[in-house]
């Protein structure tokens, strides 16, 4: 190995911080998708500004839709149903609320100086 390689390669499972957009380009109760190291990643505000940030993935489906299901309460928890078969994932943990074999991935989300970042 030279030394540019040992200055520059990175371990396959190193995580960052990375800029999505500022927080009022995300409508409360509203999702975007942003693409995160070539992964999306659906980020949705609630109307509170609390943030959430899973994959945009609907394994049911197999289609990139998450961003744009509706967010809601089930049973005394957030989640967001896809706008195709209508399953529900949990935006705390993703955890698909009708299979609970299927569970999403979550990210850390934070709003630094009116900017959202999420951590992958």
Request: with cysteine; hydrophobic share 40%; charged share 20%.
């Amino acid at each position: 190995m030279n030394q540019l390689q040992a200055t520059t390669a990175q371990p396959a499972t190193a995580v960052a911080w990375h800029p999505v957009c500022a927080l009022e380009d995300i409508w409360p109760n509203m999702g975007v998708c942003a693409l995160i190291e070539g992964q999306q990643i659906a980020i949705f505000r609630l109307k509170d500004d609390q943030l959430y940030a899973l994959d945009n993935r609907d394994p049911h489906s197999d289609a990139n839709v998450l961003s744009r299901g509706l967010v809601g309460d089930l049973g005394g928890e957030l989640v967001v149903a896809s706008p195709i078969y209508k399953h529900h994932y949990q935006l705390r943990t993703g955890l698909c609320v009708e299979d609970a074999t299927v569970c999403l991935n979550v990210y850390p989300v934070e709003v630094r100086d009116g900017r959202v970042w999420v951590q992958r």
